[in-house]
């Protein structure tokens, strides 16, 4: 019997827990998968001697508290997919999401972002932090204001040019099949950038630009070739350099649709099949205005 995919969703009685259903809609739809609504209590890690009798009356009505508002949250799920409702208890709330993910055999942990965000963009919180350094299922991150469209039309894949990029490729290719959405691959250049103090070099500045897209351009190409070797994905697949005196400028010089998702790898620094966030990628979310998932390193990186 084929296991049905299936996400855990952070869900909080605010507008973030709120944001992160509709980032959990937008992916189910996606890919036919269900929904685990979990709302995470914390449970206390300096228990006194002698608990007061009423300690555990509280915990009884808060976890029953607790059930009504993912219950209700599970209401406005739209009835076409399929969702359920659990309240964990853990010493900390990635702990108890990490937990959920592994009990349930997720496929992905989706959150929300922290109040602060602007122009839906990202303020990655203490709880996206921490899965976003040891969560071992790709998490997926919902900006600011965030609704689910009607259907995700579009992935992004941000490539690195360094060792390990095969990672992410191997999960779209897993993702996209028998998909009809289009697939972007693209690579991030830092044009202008300001050299290190006491450089020697003194090739002109825009040499080295059009030298780092061409080396893009061909890294591209190796990833087009890689991905459509194994690939059997039904939308349009299309390559695209950005550059930008930034990362987040070059972020932003790109086309970005509402209904569109971004995908990113983890940092060669991390743990085999464990996410760790790296520089470029936490970057970019400065200048994301969709969704961006990360996903893990390989179980067995190449080696370099």
């Known amino acids: 019997m084929t296991r049905v995919s299936n996400y855990v969703v952070a869900y909080e009685a605010t507008d973030r827990g709120r944001e992160a259903i509709q980032l959990g809609i937008a992916l189910a739809r996606l890919t036919h998968a269900e929904l685990r609504l979990c709302m995470i209590l914390a449970r206390s890690t300096a228990i006194p001697a002698k608990v007061h009798p009423s300690t555990h009356d509280f915990d009884v009505l808060l976890e029953e508290q607790a059930e009504q508002w993912v219950a ?42 922290m109040r602060g965000g602007i122009l839906n963009r990202f303020t990655i919180g203490s709880v ?56 972007r691959f693209v690579t991030l250049v830092e044009a202008d950038a300001p050299r290190s103090r006491g450089s020697q070099d003194t090739t002109p500045r825009h040499a080295h630009d059009d030298s780092a897209k061409a080396d893009s351009v061909a890294h591209l190409n190796e990833v087009l070739a890689y991905f459509q070797e194994r690939s059997h994905s039904l939308g349009t697949v299309t390559t695209e350099v950005a550059s930008g005196p930034s990362v987040e400028a070059a972020v932003e010089a790109l086309d970005w649709r509402d209904d569109e998702i971004a995908f990113v790898g983890s940092s060669r620094l991390a743990s085999p099949s464990r996410i760790f966030l790296g520089i470029t990628a936490h970057r970019m979310l400065h200048g994301l205005p969709v969704p961006l998932v990360v996903v893990p390193n390989s179980p067995h990186p190449a080696s370099t």
Do not use: K
Not at 131 to 142: D, E, M
């Open 72 to 113: 209700a949250a599970a209401a406005r799920v739209p009835s076409d997919l399929v969702v359920s409702t659990h309240v964990l208890w853990a010493d900390s709330t990635s702990e108890g999401l990490i937990e959920a993910a592994q009990r349930f055999q997720s496929d992905r942990i989706v959150v929300g972002a």
């Open 128 to 183: 996206a932090n921490a899965l976003l350094h040891a969560s071992p299922v790709p998490v997926a991150l919902a900006p600011h204001g965030y609704r689910a469209p009607a259907a995700v039309t579009r992935i992004t894949c941000a490539i690195g040019t360094r060792p390990g990029w095969q990672a992410l490729l191997d999960s779209m290719v897993t993702l996209s099949e028998g998909l009809h959405v289009d697939l």
